[in-house]
């Protein structure tokens, strides 16, 4: 059963850093693109980043480039999203999502349960 | 302002078929497979619909998406009050090299 657990996210000032985790589970890791999507609170999807099985082609929102860098450890089966100079508008619960092939194609067949970052002073 | 357009909500009766549409331009929808995606209250989204009609195993065959052009559409036939949620499309955008959501879409069972 494909498992995505994501952690790290929590309260942290403006301007502030913190990084995000995703432990995967139940399937080849290092064969999959991956992503990260966010939802602030009350509102719609909105895609982050995305980065392919072997960390060769990595994408970015306009919203977060420059800001945001996404990872992956293919030997720890973990992905990665270290989140630099933290806004207000970047509150929201972060999710994990697996595509269904090593290259990116921004299509999201599994979802971790999120985690949820909040930027406030 | 969402890239993809989608009504803001939806509502059917019981056994009713609705529709909601998303509507896009040529560097996203007019060129890529839409996707769509259900989110039930206070849970992570699930993929409902992929390259723009094919269901993923385990999805009933009430729900069916389709496209022309730079629109899509997803049917929900036979409509039951568990299909109650947010629904959003999305796609890649060659513009942008990024993915684009619709602003997701309300739907209420009445």
């Known amino acids: 059963e494909v498992q995505l657990v994501e952690s790290g996210g929590g309260l942290v000032k403006p301007g502030g850093s913190l990084r995000l985790s995703c432990a995967a589970s139940g399937f080849t890791f290092s064969s999959y693109s991956m992503n990260w999507v966010r939802q602030a609170p009350g509102q719609g999807l909105e895609w982050v980043s995305s980065i392919s099985s072997s960390s060769s082609y990595i994408y970015y929102a306009d919203s977060v480039k420059g800001r945001f860098t996404i990872s992956r450890d293919n030997a720890k089966n973990s992905l990665y999203l270290q989140m630099n100079s933290l806004r207000a508008e970047d509150t929201a619960v972060y999710y994990c999502?697996?595509?269904?092939?090593?290259?990116?194609?921004?299509?999201?067949?599994?979802w971790g349960q999120g985690t949820l970052v909040t930027v406030s002073s | 302002q969402s890239v993809l357009t989608q009504p803001p909500s939806a509502s059917g009766t019981p056994g009713q078929r609705v529709t909601i549409s998303c509507s896009g331009s040529n560097s996203n929808i007019g060129s890529n497979y839409v996707y769509w995606y259900q989110q039930l209250p206070g849970t992570a989204p699930k993929l409902l619909i992929y390259k723009n009609n094919q269901r993923p195993s385990g999805v009933p065959d009430r729900f069916s998406g389709s496209k022309s052009g730079t629109s899509a559409s997803l049917a929900i036939s036979g409509l039951r009050s568990e299909d109650e949620a947010d629904y959003y499309c999305?796609?890649?955008?060659?513009?942008?090299?990024?993915?684009?959501f619709g602003g997701g879409t309300k739907l209420t069972v009445l």
């Open positions: 999502a697996r595509e269904d092939t090593a290259l990116v194609r921004g299509t999201f067949w599994y």
């Open positions: 999305a796609t890649w955008d060659d513009s942008l090299s990024g993915v684009v």
